[in-house]
């Protein structure tokens, strides 16, 4: 690891009770946020109204006004300090570029909105983590337990051959919930997600921490034993 990314991952000293109760909220919002959004439709089905439908951009909004506040205590931006930033900043850079010059504004604003909306957990799970760096193997292991629910409901689905959660987009887009490989009887699983793709692209992300995951119990596991032959 490089010095910059050893700096990064030092907790401060001296830190004020105000910035600790901070640090904690951000932390404790931040997992419910990540652990609930592939379950985003349930949510939206079990609580009625607003809330329910844009619990996910309220949340995310909070937890940014409490980065913000962070920063300010700290009395400068709680950034990763690594070239990662100016990437991030200069997609953003891009994006409000094309919507500027594309000039289609309403339909522009959406797309630009969907685009930019979690940008901002770059930061906040740099943050949390640099805050706290015994945090990352929790964090690891609840993202992959989540990544096992949502496979085992897509197994389930696919076995069952029968949606376990249907999906109003596409019974809208179809006439009904069921999703099929083109010409075929194969289903595509989507389980509480809203279409197939979403389900695979978080299963895609999720598989490399599962691998991270399965070699740091791997290696705890050999020390334990070596350990205890010692």
Known sequence: MTSTGVSMMKTDKGTPAVAIWLDSLLWGGLLVFL?????????????????????????????VVV???????????????????????????LLLLRFLVDASWWTGAWGLYVSVMYLPLFWLVAFA???????????LASLVAVGAIVAAGGLLEFVWNVPLWPSQEMTEAHGFPGVFIYGTNVRRVYFTFDSPTTLANTLALILPLGIV????????????????RA
Do not use: M
Not at 129 to 139: F, G
Not at 222 to 228: G, I, K, N, P, R
């Open 213 to 228: 995951l399965t070699l740091l119990a791997s290696r705890f596991l050999a020390v334990s034993y070596t350990h205890l």
């Open 35 to 63: 652990l609930l959004l592939p379950f985003h439709l349930v949510v939206k089905a079990l609580v009625p109204g607003v809330l329910g439908t844009y619990w996910k951009e309220a949340l995310l909004g909070l937890l």
């Open 129 to 139: 983590l640099r805050s706290r760096p015994s945090r990352l193997l929790p964090l």
């Open 67 to 93: 980065w913000i506040a962070r920063s300010f205590l700290a009395r400068r931006p709680l950034l990763t300090n690594t070239p990662l930033d100016w990437a991030v900043l200069i997609y953003l850079g």
